[in-house]
């Protein structure tokens, strides 16, 4: 993964990491409401023998990509906040 460099004709540090953690706290939100989605087999026995076993490893497949995303955001502000490699003129 490419990670911004702070440097004086980019964005400042404090901008970056703002707009992640925004970006994070979404993702946080978003994980949160989808984990709270019933997935239950009521729900999809009438479509057929293997619905709900289709529908549960679609929404598990969900929750795996915004956990990821979670995780990525997560390294980018790491690296902002405690890692980021100073160039001249950074800010």
Do not use: C, W
């Amino acid at each position: 993964m490419i990670k911004p460099t702070v440097h004086l004709n980019g964005t400042s540090r404090e901008t970056l990491t703002a707009e992640y953690e925004t970006a994070l706290h979404a993702v946080q939100a978003a994980l949160a409401a989808v984990r709270a989605i019933t997935v239950n087999a009521r729900d999809y026995y009438v479509q057929g023998p293997h619905a709900f076993e289709t529908a549960d490893l679609e929404h598990f497949a969900r929750l795996q990509r915004l956990e990821a995303t979670e995780a990525e955001l997560t390294e980018i502000l790491i690296h902002l906040i405690d890692g980021a490699p100073l160039r001249e003129g950074v800010r």
